[in-house]
């Protein structure tokens, strides 16, 4: 009950094009869900983050979209580049940041 | 501002061995998290502390231990390495008591022999 389960594993998308990454989870004490975004060699990078009571924030190219009941959510990366290029990771917390299996993104030119 | 900061970077051990790694947070933020991320098992909680106590520990044998001081500056030990324990250990520090807005340091990249 305490995992965030991640799709897909990874994802080859054309630069401009929308990525989409898919998070689900079960435990309803969640109340706080980031992403994070690593580039090899680096710490994850705190990307945009939602509580449940929104159904969508957005941060300039990158859109979270909340669905409570479905207990889903999902990063939305607008006019994806090649700079965009890294893994991703959803999370929640309750009493703790539980991560997603992560998201490898590949951004072609 | 300056990041959250890790001490060393890259650390080499023997099996048997006990290693402590250092983490210091950005400043003002006084919850510290600690987490091992390997390909294996991706990015799993270790144990969070919070004005020097420790709030909550993750799903890791006793060889895994922390500590923060008064500074906020946190370390962790790992005593009796086991080939296993190879894994980037990243430190993330938040300015509030709940932990929510995390933010990670480079990581120490652990490799045991």
């Known amino acids: 009950q305490q995992q965030v389960k991640q799709s897909p594993q990874s994802l080859i998308v054309q630069k401009g094009g929308i990525s989409i990454i898919n998070c689900a989870y079960e435990n309803t004490a969640f109340d706080y869900f980031p992403w994070y975004q690593q580039f090899p060699g680096k710490g994850p990078a705190l990307l945009i983050a939602i509580r449940p009571d929104v159904s969508e924030k957005k941060e300039g190219r990158f859109t979270i979209s909340f669905n409570k009941s479905a207990k889903q959510f999902s990063l939305h990366i607008m006019d994806s580049q090649p700079g965009d290029s890294a893994t991703y990771f959803c999370a929640a917390r309750s009493d703790k940041l539980i991560f997603g299996t992560g998201t490898r993104l590949q951004v072609f030119p | 501002k300056a990041g959250v900061t890790q001490t060393p970077r890259y650390l080499i051990k023997t099996r048997g061995q006990q290693v402590t790694l250092s983490c210091s947070p950005i400043?003002?933020?006084?919850?510290v998290s600690w987490y091992q991320q390997t390909p294996g098992q991706g990015l799993q909680f270790l144990f969070e502390?919070?004005?020097?106590?420790?709030?909550n520990k993750g799903n890791f044998p006793g060889r895994f231990s922390g500590r923060q001081f008064s500074n906020s500056r946190s370390e962790m030990n790992v005593s009796t390495l086991e080939l296993g324990d190879s894994a980037l250990y990243l430190c993330a520090s938040s300015y509030d008591r709940a932990g929510y807005e995390q933010y990670f340091g480079p990581g120490t990249r652990l490799t045991v022999t």
């Open positions: 400043s003002g933020h006084r919850s």
């Open positions: 502390y919070f004005s020097e106590t420790q709030r």
